[in-house]
């Protein structure tokens, strides 16, 4: 029986079902739309707080196309700052742009984080891109896109290959709302393996040639792990504590019956 418990945990530590996602307690956050054509003149402060997971310590990427070289991006961890080894970030678009004070979120840190923006032209496509990440390693990607109105922003977005968020036009309600297919938002949201080339890649547009104007205010990367459910560990437990309980049996029963041929032995 005990072999059957430890069989069928072995199989739900392996199944998807039986895995769940964890924070790992740091993030790289990115603000965008400073300097340029018309972006903002200055953006957060290390120490302000902001972003659909609150996070200090923004790199600010300035003008509609750049570089931020390993070395000089930082990641934070519980509000305190660092360089992420390796890491480097690089971006292209046809401008900024600002959204006039028009976003209207209750902390003024998102305010300023949301107020500009890559505006990519109708028609052609922005890029960002997370270059110097472990392949293989998992990311939650959340990617704000406050373009002051909802006029002409229809198009998907890509990241690393997977192009099923559709962008309707931003939300003013001064809260955080993920866009959908269906929805629409000021934020997009995607579960993501770092590529063979330790990349995470962001296309504004998608696929879509003729789509117009996806803003990106910011990108923020929070590193998550798998884990087994507390389930699939507890039956996992107990077939290895029962094989672990026959194999003592065995080994008491071994020795039971070499004393007893032994007493034989003496007998005759």
């Not at 072995?10 to 965008?32: D, K, M, N, Q, Y």
Request: charged share 15%; aromatic share 6%.
């Amino acid at each position: 029986m005990t072999r059957y418990l430890l069989a069928i945990g072995l199989v739900l530590l392996t199944s998807p079902a039986s895995l769940r996602a964890t924070t790992i307690g740091t993030s790289i956050g990115v603000e965008f739309g400073i300097g340029g054509t018309q972006g903002i003149t200055s953006g957060l402060n290390p120490t302000d707080v902001a972003g659909v997971v609150p996070t200090a310590n923004w790199n600010i990427a300035s003008g509609d196309s750049g570089t931020l070289a390993a070395g000089s991006v930082v990641e934070d961890t519980n509000s305190a700052g660092s360089i992420a080894p390796g890491v480097s970030v690089s971006w292209a678009t046809g401008d900024t742009w600002n959204n006039n004070g028009t976003a209207n979120f209750a902390n003024a840190n998102d305010n300023l984080l949301n107020d500009g923006y890559l505006d990519g032209e109708s028609g052609g496509h922005g890029t960002v891109t997370f270059s110097g990440l472990v392949p293989g390693s998992l990311y939650d990607v959340y990617i704000t896109s406050t373009g002051g109105t909802t006029e002409d922003k229809g198009g998907n977005m890509v990241v690393n290959g997977v192009d099923d968020h559709a962008v309707f036009g931003d939300d003013t309600s001064g809260v955080y709302v993920q866009s959908t297919i269906t929805t629409p938002g000021n934020y997009h949201f995607f579960a993501t393996t770092v590529d063979d080339s330790g990349d995470i890649s962001i296309i504004t547009g998608g696929s879509d040639p003729t789509s117009m104007r996806i803003p990106i205010s910011s990108v923020e990367l929070v590193p998550i792990a798998v884990v087994p459910e507390p389930s699939s560990l507890a039956l996992f437990g107990c077939g290895a504590a029962g094989l672990c309980l026959a194999a003592r049996r065995r080994r008491r029963a071994g020795s039971s019956a070499k004393a007893r041929r032994s007493s034989l032995a003496g007998l005759s």
